[in-house]
Protein backbone atom coordinates (compact mmCIF):
# COMPACT_ATOMS: atom_id res chain seq x y z
CA UNK A 1 0.00 0.00 0.00
CA UNK A 2 1.30 3.24 -1.06
CA UNK A 3 2.00 5.54 2.27
CA UNK A 4 0.71 9.06 0.27
CA UNK A 5 -3.08 7.35 -0.41
CA UNK A 6 -3.34 6.92 3.74
CA UNK A 7 -5.82 8.70 5.17
CA UNK A 8 -3.55 9.68 7.87
CA UNK A 9 -1.17 12.39 5.84
CA UNK A 10 1.21 15.07 7.30
CA UNK A 11 -0.94 17.75 7.33
CA UNK A 12 -3.52 15.97 9.59
CA UNK A 13 -0.50 16.05 12.46
CA UNK A 14 0.18 20.12 11.31
CA UNK A 15 -3.76 20.58 11.83
CA UNK A 16 -3.49 19.17 15.36
CA UNK A 17 -0.84 21.24 16.63
CA UNK A 18 -2.39 24.01 14.96
CA UNK A 19 -5.85 23.43 16.70
CA UNK A 20 -3.69 22.96 20.34
CA UNK A 21 -2.11 25.99 19.90
CA UNK A 22 -5.22 27.45 19.39
CA UNK A 23 -6.65 26.22 22.67
CA UNK A 24 -3.71 27.19 24.86
CA UNK A 25 -3.91 30.88 23.97
CA UNK A 26 -8.04 30.43 24.72
CA UNK A 27 -7.55 29.13 28.10
CA UNK A 28 -4.33 30.58 29.60
CA UNK A 29 -6.14 31.17 32.64
CA UNK A 30 -5.95 27.40 33.25
CA UNK A 31 -2.14 26.97 33.53
CA UNK A 32 -0.74 23.55 33.09
CA UNK A 33 -4.68 22.31 33.29
CA UNK A 34 -5.65 21.76 29.26
CA UNK A 35 -8.63 20.18 27.72
CA UNK A 36 -7.01 16.81 27.82
CA UNK A 37 -7.28 16.91 31.32
CA UNK A 38 -9.32 13.94 32.13
CA UNK A 39 -9.43 14.19 36.39
CA UNK A 40 -11.98 15.92 38.40
CA UNK A 41 -9.66 18.96 39.10
CA UNK A 42 -11.21 20.04 42.69
CA UNK A 43 -11.17 16.57 43.64
CA UNK A 44 -7.10 15.93 43.14
CA UNK A 45 -6.83 19.24 44.81
CA UNK A 46 -8.58 18.18 47.51
CA UNK A 47 -6.64 14.49 47.85
CA UNK A 48 -3.24 16.88 46.98
CA UNK A 49 -4.01 18.88 49.92
CA UNK A 50 -4.87 15.83 52.28
CA UNK A 51 -1.19 14.58 51.10
CA UNK A 52 0.05 18.17 51.63
CA UNK A 53 -1.21 17.71 55.13
CA UNK A 54 0.44 14.30 55.47
CA UNK A 55 3.86 15.56 55.01
CA UNK A 56 3.55 18.97 57.02
CA UNK A 57 2.56 16.62 59.92
CA UNK A 58 5.45 14.34 59.03
CA UNK A 59 8.13 17.29 58.92
CA UNK A 60 7.18 18.33 62.15
CA UNK A 61 7.04 14.93 64.09
CA UNK A 62 10.45 14.44 62.47
CA UNK A 63 11.82 17.33 63.80
CA UNK A 64 10.55 16.93 67.27
CA UNK A 65 12.08 13.52 67.38
CA UNK A 66 15.77 14.81 66.04
CA UNK A 67 15.77 17.42 69.03
CA UNK A 68 14.12 14.85 71.70
CA UNK A 69 16.38 11.58 70.94
CA UNK A 70 18.74 10.58 73.96
CA UNK A 71 21.09 8.25 74.54
CA UNK A 72 23.77 5.88 73.04
CA UNK A 73 22.50 5.33 69.93
CA UNK A 74 21.09 9.32 70.03
CA UNK A 75 23.18 10.66 67.55
CA UNK A 76 22.87 8.42 64.76
CA UNK A 77 18.76 7.89 65.18
CA UNK A 78 18.79 11.39 65.52
CA UNK A 79 20.68 12.57 62.16
CA UNK A 80 18.13 9.75 60.06
CA UNK A 81 15.45 11.90 61.70
CA UNK A 82 16.79 15.29 60.40
CA UNK A 83 17.33 13.46 57.29
CA UNK A 84 13.95 12.43 56.89
CA UNK A 85 12.44 15.83 58.14
CA UNK A 86 14.09 17.64 55.38
CA UNK A 87 13.12 15.46 52.75
CA UNK A 88 9.54 15.43 53.60
CA UNK A 89 9.60 18.67 53.68
CA UNK A 90 11.18 18.29 49.92
CA UNK A 91 7.64 16.16 49.38
CA UNK A 92 5.49 18.87 50.46
CA UNK A 93 6.95 21.26 48.23
CA UNK A 94 6.52 19.24 45.55
CA UNK A 95 2.70 18.80 46.41
CA UNK A 96 2.43 22.20 47.26
CA UNK A 97 3.75 23.35 43.60
CA UNK A 98 1.91 20.48 41.66
CA UNK A 99 -1.38 22.13 43.41
CA UNK A 100 -0.91 25.68 42.02
CA UNK A 101 -0.15 24.06 38.96
CA UNK A 102 -3.46 22.65 38.89
CA UNK A 103 -4.85 25.96 40.19
CA UNK A 104 -6.25 25.55 43.07
CA UNK A 105 -4.04 26.73 46.88
CA UNK A 106 -1.85 24.47 48.90
CA UNK A 107 -3.52 24.68 52.30
CA UNK A 108 -0.82 25.14 55.32
CA UNK A 109 -3.16 26.61 57.62
CA UNK A 110 -2.25 24.65 61.19
CA UNK A 111 -6.35 25.09 61.58
CA UNK A 112 -7.46 21.54 60.76
CA UNK A 113 -3.94 19.81 59.85
CA UNK A 114 -4.25 17.32 62.21
CA UNK A 115 -7.55 16.51 60.81
CA UNK A 116 -7.10 16.94 56.90
CA UNK A 117 -3.82 14.67 57.41
CA UNK A 118 -4.00 11.00 57.04
CA UNK A 119 -0.96 9.78 59.62
CA UNK A 120 -0.96 10.81 62.97
CA UNK A 121 1.26 12.70 65.25
CA UNK A 122 2.62 10.89 68.38
CA UNK A 123 5.39 12.17 69.68
CA UNK A 124 6.91 8.61 71.96
CA UNK A 125 8.53 8.87 75.49
CA UNK A 126 11.74 6.83 74.12
CA UNK A 127 13.81 6.81 71.65
CA UNK A 128 12.49 3.06 70.35
CA UNK A 129 9.07 5.20 70.66
CA UNK A 130 9.92 7.64 67.90
CA UNK A 131 10.99 5.12 65.82
CA UNK A 132 7.73 2.77 66.02
CA UNK A 133 5.58 5.75 65.56
CA UNK A 134 7.67 7.15 62.28
CA UNK A 135 7.47 3.45 60.93
CA UNK A 136 4.06 3.47 61.97
CA UNK A 137 3.14 6.93 60.29
CA UNK A 138 5.06 5.91 57.57
CA UNK A 139 3.27 2.97 56.65
CA UNK A 140 0.17 4.70 57.03
CA UNK A 141 1.51 7.49 54.06
CA UNK A 142 2.26 4.15 52.27
CA UNK A 143 -1.20 2.86 52.09
CA UNK A 144 -2.69 6.19 51.68
CA UNK A 145 -0.61 7.63 48.67
CA UNK A 146 -0.66 3.84 47.40
CA UNK A 147 -4.52 4.75 47.15
CA UNK A 148 -4.35 7.86 45.85
CA UNK A 149 -2.01 6.59 43.04
CA UNK A 150 -4.70 4.17 41.80
CA UNK A 151 -7.27 7.11 41.95
CA UNK A 152 -5.46 9.22 39.63
CA UNK A 153 -4.33 5.86 37.23
CA UNK A 154 -4.05 7.68 33.82
CA UNK A 155 -6.82 10.65 34.23
CA UNK A 156 -3.80 12.62 35.97
CA UNK A 157 -0.52 11.18 34.67
CA UNK A 158 1.77 14.33 36.18
CA UNK A 159 0.20 14.58 39.74
CA UNK A 160 0.66 10.13 39.73
CA UNK A 161 4.18 10.31 38.83
CA UNK A 162 4.79 13.04 41.66
CA UNK A 163 3.14 10.80 43.98
CA UNK A 164 5.25 7.83 43.11
CA UNK A 165 8.22 9.24 43.40
CA UNK A 166 7.28 10.17 46.79
CA UNK A 167 5.75 6.86 47.67
CA UNK A 168 9.07 5.29 47.07
CA UNK A 169 10.97 7.51 49.40
CA UNK A 170 8.36 6.55 51.88
CA UNK A 171 8.94 3.08 51.37
CA UNK A 172 12.98 4.05 51.77
CA UNK A 173 11.93 5.88 54.95
CA UNK A 174 10.13 2.25 56.30
CA UNK A 175 13.06 0.42 55.56
CA UNK A 176 15.73 2.69 57.12
CA UNK A 177 13.90 2.83 60.29
CA UNK A 178 12.81 -0.64 60.31
CA UNK A 179 17.07 -1.52 60.27
CA UNK A 180 16.77 0.92 62.95
CA UNK A 181 14.96 -1.26 65.23
CA UNK A 182 16.90 -3.73 63.78
CA UNK A 183 20.47 -2.31 64.76
CA UNK A 184 19.35 -1.87 68.10
CA UNK A 185 18.29 -5.33 68.92
CA UNK A 186 20.85 -6.78 67.77
CA UNK A 187 23.59 -4.92 69.60
CA UNK A 188 21.68 -5.09 73.03
CA UNK A 189 21.63 -8.82 72.32
CA UNK A 190 25.25 -9.13 71.58
CA UNK A 191 26.02 -6.87 75.16
CA UNK A 192 23.84 -9.40 76.53
CA UNK A 193 21.08 -7.42 77.95
CA UNK A 194 17.45 -8.24 77.68
CA UNK A 195 15.38 -6.37 74.67
CA UNK A 196 12.56 -4.26 76.34
CA UNK A 197 10.93 -2.15 73.52
CA UNK A 198 10.47 0.32 76.46
CA UNK A 199 13.73 0.86 76.69
CA UNK A 200 15.00 4.39 76.16
CA UNK A 201 18.11 3.86 74.01
Given at each position: MN??????????????????RCRARQHIE?????????????????????????EIVCVLRYKRHHYMASGIHAQAVADEFLEHANQEQEHADKIAERITQ??????????????????EY?????????????????RIAIGSY??????LGNYDPTSRRVMEEILAKEEEHADDLL????????????????????IAA
Open positions: PSSSKEKPGDFTADIHEICGAVTDGYKADRDTVIRVLNEALATLGGEPNFSPEGLLTRNHSVEGTSLVDMIREDLVAESEIIRYTLIDTMVAEHERAGKPWRGD
